[in-house]
């Protein structure tokens, strides 16, 4: 029955890699529920398996296109991070992966205890801020902050996280493949487009 019980998980990780592709869910959790759901079982698949089924499902519909595009997002991105230098940006997310597909938006993240001057230097640089937001999760019983920054940049829609400086003593794990979260700083990120612009930081 081993057999049997993959296949479903599989099965299962390219239900939900569809339903997040398409946009009928927005989060691997709920995609995966509603796949299971979708097929009447009860087995969940990693959110790693998912990514993977996800993956595979953008590369077969958008081919050469997903390459030129994802060169585009790092430079766009890099552009992006040179501006906000003094903070310390990093890339993070599917454009740092290198598994960013047609709706992936560009992450860049901050440790930083005032936005405002995030933003601030960001609206000097000419930059129109679409929206902010204050986020609160919870994981493990402690509850953790975040501060949202939503702008466009050549057409790319670009998120920046801001943490409190407190975190930058804890090592975050990756949720979707439960690696260390490190991205790439400006000068990682050049380094990168230099040599190869389309390499991949994806756990073995």
């Not at 993959?6 to 890699?17: D, F, P």
């Not at 698949?45 to 050469?64: F, H, I, M, T, W």
């Not at 936005?115 to 230097?121: D, F, M, R, W, Y």
């Amino acid at each position: 029955m081993k057999w049997k019980k993959e296949s479903l998980r599989q099965k299962i990780a390219k239900e939900a890699a569809i339903l997040l592709y398409t946009g009928q869910e927005k989060e691997y959790k709920q995609a995966k529920m509603r796949a299971a759901e979708n097929l009447g079982v009860k087995i969940l698949p990693s959110n790693r398996e998912v990514a993977e089924e996800l993956d595979r499902l953008a590369q077969e519909l958008e081919g050469e296109e997903r390459e030129k595009r994802l060169i585009e997002m790092r430079k766009t991105a890099l552009q992006t991070m040179k501006v906000l230098k003094k903070f310390n940006p990093r890339l993070i997310g599917s454009v740092w992966r290198g598994t960013a597909n047609k709706n992936s938006d560009i992450d860049i993240l901050i440790l930083h205890d005032d936005p405002e001057q995030i933003i601030a230097t960001l609206e000097n640089a000419g930059f129109s801020i679409r929206r902010t937001e204050r986020q609160t999760t919870e994981k493990r019983g402690e509850r953790k902050h975040s501060f949202h920054i939503f702008l466009e940049n050549l057409g790319y829609e670009i998120e920046i996280v801001v943490k409190p400086l407190e975190e930058a003593e804890i090592e975050e794990k990756c949720e979707i493949y439960g690696d260390k979260l490190t991205g790439l700083s400006i000068e990682e990120l050049e380094k990168v487009l230099r040599e190869n612009p389309l390499r991949r930081f994806l756990p073995k």
